[in-house]
């Protein structure tokens, strides 16, 4: 009898529905604004070669040049939907690499109060409202994309949107519900390709839809795919008609399925984690509590699924988990088959993040059922060990969650303070802006520069407009045929070579080599790389 008391608090903060919550749901999503800001103090955004274009984009739009990158060539690898938002907010005052960082991190804060708003309805416990806020806020993958210059943040705030808006179209079947979730598809899809995959959930699901005449699907799927796939159809038409390729070049695969699968699963692990706190207790059987909690979800999915088509769309209030609980598991077969079908990066916090608030979503459902049947059970005042136990569910459900949140918490702000973030890898990172070799190369004004890095030299340049960036060869062969031919005839031209190891990994020679060939005269050997000069060879 003894044990049944020990948990009351815990389960009154569980089951305790609070009135007015949206102010502090806007309260903790701008924290999580102010954190990512914070984290960008005297640094700026994480800045990656995909950064690097997206901003070349954003300028090249803002000055009328048209869809080019850095080097001055059309793109089809990355749709337009992120160089345009950055473009826009910029407003000509501003360079988007300034803007990109305040952009990010305040997309975070809205994506964090428009899922925790739609969370009111539908999850009971007010204590579990907030904690889904906190654990947005909080999230390893969310954070990171939040705090780099990529279009992850914009393409989760539009899929977001896009199934909010799909489910209230699936709850009460109005047609402008509809429109504005196809709305947000294209807007998802023109940010990144794999908003396809929000586009075969959504028909997925109105196909599905029971106790619907069959011209009435057919109406709601050909209104739904024109609205969400006719701005996407442009552009891939302009990409085949520019480039002769729909979404750029793509590569074979290098990784196959089972060491996709081994880095999906490990990311989810680092997911949950998020601490080293956490990392350390839960490392033994963090394999085995990933798999279960994704079981877990898969027959919870299963079960919903086939509740909601038996009822013909009477489960209202599970529509919303159907919805983002079919995105997520979609989402993370179809980035499995991309990463095995085509070279990409390595599946991580970065490409797997749009399936975040996916599974969060289930999680928070599952804990909330939990919480409801536990209180139904101790209702009937039974007394017994079984009894004791499942009281003492809430307990322990609410402590772990509490230390979830403090030691994630607690693992960022010292990761702040101790100035330990991403962008310590980043183009725009101390290491890049102090760089002996490019404060020496600002007093050139090169009219050409070929380099192992043309994109960081871009991104870290004054004069932008007025030079060309272009790549070093990277087979000695070719170097030794280039310098003979037709770019030895460029006046100002330089050859920047930067002395770190993942940079000249990609090349079969080294700067040694190129102060050797004729025609190219050194300028300056520096700690951290070397400045040529090519001697134009009139006449030749």
């Known amino acids: ?127 579990l409202i907030l904690w889904g806020c906190f654990a947005i806020v909080f999230a390893a993958p969310l954070r990171q994309v939040s705090s780099s210059v990529w279009s992850e943040p914009a393409f989760i705030l539009f899929l977001t949107l896009s199934l909010i808006w799909m489910d209230k179209y699936l709850s009460k079947e109005k047609r402008s519900s509809l429109i504005l979730a196809a709305m947000f598809t294209a807007l998802a899809c023109l940010t990144r390709y794999a908003g396809i995959t929000l586009i075969i959930t959504s028909i997925t699901l109105l196909a599905l839809q029971h106790g619907v005449i069959f011209q009435e699907k057919l109406k709601r799927l050909g209104l739904y795919l024109l609205i969400s796939m006719a701005p996407l159809s442009v552009w891939l038409m302009r990409n085949f008609m520019v480039l002769g390729t729909l979404t750029g070049t793509r590569q ?21 984690q998020n601490s080293p706190q956490f990392t350390t207790l839960f490392q033994p059987i963090a394999v085995p509590v990933t798999i279960t909690i994704l079981l877990v979800l898969v027959i919870l999915m299963g079960c919903i699924t086939t509740s909601w088509w038996r009822n013909a769309g009477k489960s209202r209030d599970k529509n919303f988990i159907l919805v983002f609980g079919m995105f997520g598991f979609i989402y993370l077969i179809f980035m499995l088959w991309a990463a095995t079908t085509s070279k990409m990066d390595p599946l991580h916090h970065r490409l797997l993040s749009p399936a975040y608030l996916s599974l969060l979503v289930l999680v928070l459902f599952t804990i909330d059922r939990l919480f409801t049947y536990c209180r139904e059970y101790g209702s009937f005042q039974r007394v017994s060990s079984i009894s004791a136990v499942v009281s003492m569910l809430p307990a322990i459900v609410v402590i772990v969650l509490l230390l979830w949140a403090g030691l994630a918490g607690h693992t960022i702000v010292k990761k702040i303070n101790m100035g330990k973030t991403i962008d310590n890898y980043g183009y725009r990172s101390k290491v890049w802006r102090k760089s002996q070799t490019l404060q020496y190369l600002q007093e050139y004004r090169p009219s050409r520069i070929y380099s192992n890095a043309p994109h960081a030299i871009y991104i870290n340049s004054d004069h932008i407009q007025t030079t060309s960036y272009r790549y070093l060869p990277r087979n000695i062969d ?63």
């Open 1 to 127: 009898m003894q044990l049944t008391k020990i948990p009351d608090s815990f389960q009154r903060i569980a089951h305790y529905r609070l009135v007015g919550i949206t102010p502090l749901l806007a309260v903790i999503a701008l924290s999580g604004t102010f954190l990512i800001l914070f984290s960008q103090t005297g640094r700026g955004p994480y800045v990656s070669p995909d950064s690097i274009n997206y901003i070349a984009l954003s300028r090249n739009l803002l000055d009328g040049d048209g869809y080019v990158t850095w080097n001055g060539n059309p793109v089809a690898t990355w749709p337009p939907g992120y160089p345009i938002l950055l473009s826009l907010f910029s407003l000509s005052f501003f360079d988007p690499l300034d803007i990109a960082g305040m952009l990010n991190a305040t997309i975070l804060g809205i994506t964090t109060f428009v899922v925790g708003h739609r969370l009111t309805q539908y999850i009971k416990s007010t204590f």
């Open 252 to 272: 074979p695969a290098e990784t196959a399925l089972q060491d996709n699968v081994y880095l999906a699963l490990n990311t989810l692990i680092k997911w949950w």
């Open 478 to 540: 070719v170097l030794a045929e280039w310098t003979e031919t037709q770019h030895i005839l460029s006046e100002n031209t330089y050859i920047v070579w930067f002395n770190r190891e993942y940079l000249t990994k990609r090349y079969d020679y080294n700067a040694s080599y190129l102060s050797d060939l004729p025609g190219l005269e050194p300028v300056a050997e520096l700690t951290d790389g070397v400045i040529v000069k090519v001697s134009p060879r009139l006449g030749n």
